[in-house]
């Protein structure tokens, strides 16, 4: 667990501003390397070369008042990080253009010690080193810089520092219960001692299946998937989306180590984009909101009730008055009083909780079959339900029901003709609650949306949309509700009077699969598989 800990301060550390102090000399050995200050406790060399054939070297740090070691020279061994490995003695492994993380020891402080080298212990050799003693006022600075960190939630913390400027602020959130395809999401709240998802600006940062990081600025201006209600933008939607709003956010860095997910990004105290950015005050708590959720294919699945607005969160981001100099998770130096240095964890504990077992169907999942179905919207019971079947992520807690079941495999053949009842809203000023269906090649869906994220230009369009992007397949709303075990069928949906019925026959060049989905918003429906005819065999 202290493990732990001291690999959260490492990223947050590294993901923040970082302070350059020189170059190491080259001495011996192929030598070399950028040499940064992340704290007070820790420095970062980028670009690290070292050819790995000395014996028994270290990272050798001194307090002695030359600007370089002797072989009476007083110091300590450097404990170095590569990757998720650890050593006080370098192994016998040539590094090129590498990054190593250099954690000083006790009572060997930046501000205490005198050079850094790149130190043979057996020939009292130095391989390369830097001095410090020209840049007291640089260390200085380093040292007196103060991170503070607020818990959210067990196992997800924010830390923060203010620009030197007092014109920014830089933010890192850090999660040792964040997946790959979850994002992680904070923002300010529109009204300064209550926290309110209604109006808040979050920022969410996520990294893909490839671990690529990425981070959008939002802005929730209603409480559904963002949408449209004639020309107005309404939803969970990017800054970009909205007429005039922009960007305003920086990513840092995105970064994991020992299973600590920490993504560290800056953003303006005050914006200019003063209709989605919310200001950040440096004169007393202010209310924030957290998220962390699913992203599928660049996609934010997390309804906004995801966002947490119970009870207040509070942040004093000037002074950091109602929070900790760390985390939960957080740092080594500050932390000591906190938790223990013998291995054992004197504080709460982070682990993530076991998730209960998915209940299973007490009867037979019904197949659907015939040539007519209804479709009705109802909930996408999470994990056990639309995540479960398709094995993704599904979208903002609802997914289409077809003949009472939740998302089914559909299989119909070419040639026959099918009548699709559609029950997903007729009404487009109310955006959460419109859904044409319509039939498409995206295993997405989202017809109306994908034009914003560049996903339309891959997308085929079968049924339910016309040459002049018009929904065709639409209906009153009709909401199924299942107090069943999740994932099971119940009784058939019936199509109720007066509701339109359409008509879609598979033809020679539909594909093999597509999928039904919804127009207006991401992840709702499941695949259709196409087969051939089968011709009927002739009566003997």
């Known amino acids: 667990m202290f493990r732990l800990l001291i690999t959260l301060f490492s990223l947050v550390a590294i993901s923040g501003a970082r302070v350059y102090l020189g170059e190491l000399s080259r001495l011996q050995h192929d030598v070399r390397g950028s040499v940064y200050a992340i704290s007070c406790s820790e420095l970062v060399i980028e670009r690290f070369d070292y050819d790995g054939l000395g014996p028994a070297v270290a990272a050798y740090v001194g307090t002695v008042p030359e600007n370089r070691p002797s072989r009476t020279s007083n110091g300590a061994d450097a404990t170095v990080i590569f990757g998720n490995s650890r050593f006080t003695r370098f192994p016998f492994v040539r590094f090129n253009n590498a990054t190593i993380r250099i954690r000083l020891p006790a009572s060997y402080e930046l501000n205490k010690i005198n050079w850094l080298s790149i130190w043979c212990k057996t020939f009292n050799a130095n391989f390369g080193q830097i001095a410090f003693a020209s840049l007291s006022q640089t260390v200085q600075d380093v040292c007196n810089r103060r991170v503070f960190c607020q818990e959210l939630r067990s196992g997800y913390d924010m830390c923060w520092n203010v620009n030197e400027t007092g ?35 979050p920022t969410l940062c996520w990294r893909d299946s490839d671990d690529n ?37 920086a990513l840092a860095r995105g970064q994991e180590i020992d299973g600590v997910a920490c993504c560290t990004f800056t953003r303006p105290l005050t914006s200019p984009d003063t209709s989605y950015d919310n200001p950040i005050s440096l004169t007393g708590p202010q209310a924030v909101v957290w998220a962390m959720g699913p992203v599928n294919q660049g996609v934010i699945l997390q309804h906004p009730a995801g966002f947490r607005a119970v009870p207040n969160v509070l942040v004093d981001f000037g002074n950091g008055t109602n929070a900790d100099l ?57 994990r056990c339900g639309y995540e479960k079947l398709t094995n993704s992520s599904g979208g903002w807690g609802i997914a289409w029901y077809v003949d009472g079941c939740l998302i ?3 299989k119909v053949q070419r040639g026959r003709n099918y009548i699709f009842c559609v029950l997903g809203g007729n009404d487009s000023s109310l955006p959460s609650q419109y859904h044409p269906l319509y039939l498409t090649s995206s295993s997405a869906g989202g017809y109306f949306q994908s034009r ?3 996903m339309r230009m891959n997308e085929t369009v079968y049924a ?72 009927r065999n002739p009566r003997p």
């Open 213 to 249: 990081w990425t981070i959008q600025d939002y802005y929730i201006s209603a409480y559904a998937q963002c949408g449209r209600s004639g020309s107005t933008v309404l939803g969970v939607c990017t800054d970009t989306r909205y007429n005039g709003g922009t960007d305003n956010i």
């Open 326 to 382: 760390c985390g939960k998770l957080s740092t080594e130096e500050c932390c000591k009083d906190r938790y223990s240095t013998d291995g054992t964890d004197s504080g709460p504990t982070t682990e993530p909780t076991t998730l209960p077992a998915c209940k299973q169907c007490r009867k037979r999942r019904a197949r659907v079959k015939g040539r007519r179905f209804v479709f009705t919207i109802g909930s996408s019971e999470g």
């Open 408 to 410: 089914p495999h559909l």
């Open 464 to 535: 339910g949309i016309d040459a002049d992007d018009n929904a065709l397949f639409t209906g009153p709303l009709v909401q199924h509700t299942d107090d069943d075990v999740v994932g099971c069928c119940t009784k058939k949906s019936s199509c109720p009077a007066g509701a339109r019925k359409y008509k879609w026959r598979p033809s020679q060049d539909t594909p093999d699969e597509l999928y039904y989905q919804c127009a207006t918003h991401f992840f709702l429906g499941w695949k259709i598989s196409v087969t051939d005819r089968q011709p």
């Open 167 to 201: 014109k920014s602020v830089q933010v890192t959130l850090c999660s040792n219960i964040l997946p790959q395809n979850r994002f992680m999401g904070f923002g300010i709240s529109r009204f300064p001692s209550t926290t309110s998802m209604f109006n808040a600006d």
């Open 452 to 454: 914003y994220n560049g």
